[in-house]
């Protein structure tokens, strides 16, 4: 729309900044909080006007915390530093030209780095994406916490016989985010909600957590996964390993070894690939559609141009990082001194990653993790597991509340935000409508 | 969909309640509450699964606080009670086979409480259901404030020139709402985020208010009023009394006095009407749409049925109430009375509306009120009507977090939940679309 586009504009050509970020991930805000902390003019885009503070989206698709809570403003962080911020989508970057397309203007840049994530992959999977629940942005966990409670609402009015098919809750994906959300529905299942249905019988939910490799949590040590897999079953999940989907209907999921299961809600975590923008040429990528970097951080092509975090393809020790939030954030700081070496006309420095450990929580008082070469299980891991989230998530208020809400949730076993919010058309799926009655 | 539908039914019947109460407002819930604590069956209906605190509403849709805060699960309220729940939308009352007809399933009643609350009303003002923006969900809040951000995003990037359009906010209607929510954006104006936007000049926003009578809250004394008015206008706001809205645009306000203002974004706090739900036979109703009831709040066709709150016409010391929360209450605690009299084969008793005052906060510690025949105003008002909102605010953590938000907003001047979460597609409209850009 030309006649709006040309308010935006400075003169006849692109608004210009020296350096760029695309993204306000972990990645990208370190980079441009790093860069504006040293007094260089950034501008960082995201389509959000917040940071996403995804470790904890299981909790508040499982009505643990209040969304606002893990979302923080970007400008905030930003404020009274060198920081700019644009809200956009970014539409296509054009390398020869230096200048990023948004749906709002033009940028040209001299520095840009690419740092837009990762976004659901439904690894080919027939009626996953329009079936399937996905747990990557705020929206996508309101939607969950929705659906679950939309389904106890509509069940807890059928005659038992038409109830199973509502209460069983496939959940693909046995990786940290699989792990912790199932954890987190036992223990939902178990809270002060069990004598607020008194007509639904709690031993009919079934959760099913379908794993395609042979054991869960494949990137910590075998033993870890058989701990979680061992606390799940215990606390009545239905663990299946070696176990694809291979097509996912508004009513079933059908796997790989013939066998079904009837659901009317299936929460995707299983795969992720690289978020790139519409480029102006193909860059050299990885499987997951990552891009190739030198050790630096830099495109291989474009020594102006850095990729970071989920976007982009970094090896330590000839082995692949593995997409936690430490790894962009070290990266964020990486880019931002490479950047200022640059602009002094020095040569930029390899990424060099500090491991501090792996976690994950496995529901109320249990987790597992390794630090270093230390293993940790069961409730020293689940409360170092907090602890670390709670450091690190964004706000002061926002940290004492969300403590609240643990204490909540934990020590009372309540669930605060039991509460369905989305419009009704979003919420019920064919089935549910079904069931639910007329609409 | 007659396959779902026969799931639902015990019998070929509808399913059966003693008594039904349509709504989880004030007036509803408390009537349901009452009644489940005296030991009868009593099914609630509400097409949400949680009660709203609307008198908080504003403070949503000006970043002070979470909209989760003051939505509250109206099963949490009814738990280990005799009180049923049913989310569900109710499509027709048929009084003569005392049957509700919802989108889920019919429900048959002995006795029913019509407390169906109230909608906005647009007073045939052309283009006002179209472009204004209410101010009477949980919804509405979230989507107003994600506007105001929006317009803040878009305008930051925009030459002087065009910025002001998006930068001028209408509000219609000068009760206390209005009054309400013109105070806390000046405050929002003043707080943190000042220094967020450093694009932006904050003197070129400007807020408008726009009443239709020749005085602000027109409930209180005239005394009150003015006393708002004056503080209102001290803060910058442009108070336009006896100026009635024709007609709205996507881009401009026009009034009675032939005056236009330009503007994107126009609240509409003007007009309410009972929200009845398709009834079968028409019963008489006063000029908001009320039900027109006998001094016991019974029908006055039907003595099993009762309507109260926003729904109901009713009158003391031959003056219509005025539509407050307090009176709700009060009149849920009287219904379940009558209804238990009628139960035990007694007379119900009439209403009596024992009012312990009105209040009405201005912005950061200021408000005006009437307790009794005391007026109170300033800082001591501010101060009540913080300290009544927070007591009857349901949820103990809700309310701790509330007063957390509070401290933050009024002692720090900071706004904790400046997010824009709505979709992008439900923010622009045509206006800000052009300014924004392509999209």
Redesign the interface.
């Known amino acids: ?1 030309n ?3 040309s ?2 504009l ?1 003169s006849a050509t692109a608004q210009k900044f020296s350096i760029v970020v695309i993204g306000a991930g972990f990645g990208g805000l370190q980079a441009a909080k790093s860069l504006a902390r040293s007094g260089k003019d950034v501008l960082l885009i995201d ?4 940071h996403t503070f995804v470790p904890l989206l299981y909790q508040v698709a499982t009505a643990q915390i ?4 893990i ?1 923080y ?1 970007v ?2 962080i ?3 530093r060198y920081g ?1 911020f ?4 970014v ?1 296509q970057i054009d390398f020869s030209e230096r200048v990023i397309r ?4 033009d940028i040209q840049y001299n520095y840009l780095v690419v740092a837009t994530g990762s976004q659901t992959q439904y690894l080919g999977v027939a009626g996953a994406a329009e079936f399937a629940l996905p747990l990557r942005t ?2 996508e966990a309101v939607t969950l916490r929705d659906r679950i ?1 939309a389904c106890f ?1 509509a069940a807890s ?3 038992p016989e ?1 109830r199973q098919h509502l209460l069983t809750f496939a959940i693909v994906g046995g990786g940290a985010t699989g792990v912790e959300i199932v954890g987190a529905f036992v223990e939902l299942l178990r809270s ?2 069990r ?4 007509s639904l019988n709690w031993r009919e939910v079934k959760l099913s957590l379908l794993q395609a490799s042979d054991r869960l949590l494949t990137e910590l040590p075998a033993k870890l996964g058989l701990a979680a897999q061992k606390y799940l079953q215990k606390l009545g999940v239905d663990v299946r390993l070696e176990t694809r989907v291979k097509q996912i209907s508004d009513t079933e999921v059908y796997l790989s070894d013939g066998q079904k299961i009837s659901t009317a809600t299936v929460i995707w975590v299983a795969g992720l690939e690289a978020a790139i923008p519409d480029l102006s040429e193909e860059l050299l990528k990885s499987s997951k559609g990552k891009l190739l970097v030198r050790p630096t951080l830099q495109s291989l092509t474009y020594p102006n141009v850095y990729a970071i975090g989920d976007a982009a393809y970094v090896e330590q020790a000839n082995k692949p990082l593995s997409g936690v939030a430490p790894e962009a954030l070290q990266q964020g700081v990486t880019v931002a001194q490479n950047i200022t070496r640059q602009l002094r006309g020095q040569e930029p420095k390899p990424f060099r990653y500090f491991n501090k450990g792996r976690l994950a929580i496995i529901g109320c008082y249990s987790g597992v993790g390794l630090i270093g070469k230390w293993k940790v299980t069961g409730f020293l891991a689940w409360i170092m597991w907090l602890g670390v989230h709670l450091v690190y998530l964004p ?1 002061l ?2 940290r ?2 969300v403590l ?2 643990w204490l ?1 949730t934990y020590l009372l076993r309540d669930r ?6 989305s ?2 058309r979003l919420l019920a799926t064919e089935v549910i ?7």
């Open positions: 729309m006649y709006g586009r308010h935006w400075k389509r959000n006007n917040y209040e969304p606002e809570l979302a403003p400008r905030t930003l404020r009274r700019h644009l809200m956009a989508e539409e948004t749906d709002r203007l705020l929206e409670f609402e009015r059928l005659e038409h002060r909600i004598r607020e249905y008194p706000g208020r926002n004492l509340v609240l809400c909540q605060p935000v039991r509460l369905i919010m419009p009704r409508s079904k069931y639910l009655g007329r609409k």
